[in-house]
């Protein structure tokens, strides 16, 4: 399922998302520009390796990705669902809300592969909890959907029913890279994915919603 928008009106601009998703596209650049060796080198040097973990990696990881496929979906989803929250809580709290949540996600992916010896990049986790806060933020929203089994149709899929699944297929795969241990090779970060969720729809709960404009009696129209 891929979301194609919310059914959420957005009510101002949203700044922090087009810098992110900017920032993240010129860095993809950059590393496309470089040799197999430097590549491979600045991966492990700002990627999240939990065997000798670099504090500093659980944010420069989250602005590096693997490949096209990588960065497209990671920020599709967040201009689907990142904008929004964005408009309800303000720029700057959803910059806050955005890198906290992402270093959670780090945090929790360490924690479940403590002795892996794999980089991990991806800004996946930060957008897991973009996820989850806007289940939190908007439970009542609809999510426009490309669905394919067969054939290719597009959906209206409630927000929760989309985001649930997808946190139930995160969960499930996660449980199952448990039995991988000593695991060095590369992967899907699940629980980093289950953990940004799962800081998100917390986290939130600390952001409050910004105040909407009060209009005074001698505004213009």
Do not use: C
């Amino acid at each position: 399922m891929i979301p194609l928008r919310s059914s959420e009106r957005i009510y101002s601009p949203t700044p922090v998302v087009a810098v992110i998703i900017g920032i993240n596209a010129l860095l993809f650049i950059y590393q496309f520009a470089l040799s197999p060796g430097a590549l491979n080198q600045l991966v492990m040097d700002w990627g999240i390796v939990p065997s000798q973990l670099n504090l500093s990696t659980l944010v420069t990881s989250m602005f590096l990705h693997g490949g096209w496929i990588h960065l497209l979906s990671n920020m599709l989803f967040l201009w689907v669902f990142g904008r929004n929250l964005e408009d309800n809580i303000g720029s700057e709290r959803f910059a806050g809300f955005y890198m906290l949540s992402g270093i959670a996600a780090g945090i929790v992916h360490v924690i479940a592969n403590p002795y892996s010896r794999a980089p991990t990049i991806g800004a996946s986790g930060a957008i897991a909890a973009v996820m989850g806060a806007y289940l939190i933020k908007f439970p009542r929203s609809y999510v426009d959907t490309l669905f394919w089994f067969i054939f290719i149709t597009r959906l209206s899929i409630p927000a929760p029913w989309f985001l649930l699944y997808w946190f139930a297929i995160q969960f499930f795969k996660g449980l199952g890279s448990l039995s991988e241990v000593d695991y060095t090779g590369g992967g899907i970060a699940y629980f980093a994915h289950i953990g940004g969720f799962l800081a998100g729809m917390g986290l939130i709960k600390l952001f409050r919603e910004k105040r909407p404009k009060v209009r005074n009696w001698f505004d213009e129209d």
